[in-house]
């Protein structure tokens, strides 16, 4: 059975730092996109970054450019999302989700395998 499950969120004051990751079980992460979402409450799920192992890409919402970095373990078969300098507006339960390989879009229909979430506070 293909599952995601994120871990690593938590709360961490402004200014601090958190390392997700996203292991996949049932199926290898070498030939998928893995996108990471967030959904604060009374919002919509929006796509923070997304790494193609199609085309190698990687991309970011402007929102959090410069501060956070997604990376891949293929040997773990393990994703993760680096998350530096955070800020208040970053808490929010954030999900892994994989699509096909050559994906270049943070559209969450796009993707078809999702975990379960992992939710992160940022506050003083």
């Known amino acids: 059975q293909l599952q995601l499950v994120e871990s690593g969120g938590g709360l961490v004051p402004p200014g601090g730092s958190l390392r997700l990751s996203c292991a996949a079980s049932g199926y290898t992460l070498d030939y998928t996109t893995i996108g990471w979402f967030r959904q604060a409450p009374c919002k919509a799920r929006e796509g923070v970054s997304y790494?193609?192992?199609?085309?190698?890409?990687?991309n970011y919402a402007d929102s959090v450019k410069g501060r956070f970095t997604i990376s891949r373990d293929n040997a773990k078969n393990t994703v993760f999302l680096q998350m530096n300098s955070l800020k208040p507006e970053d808490t929010a339960v954030y999900y892994c989700a994989s699509g096909p390989p050559y994906l270049a879009t943070m559209t969450p229909e796009s993707y078809n395998v999702w975990g379960q979430g992992t939710q992160v506070t940022v506050s003083s």
């Open positions: 790494i193609s192992t199609g085309s190698g890409r990687t």
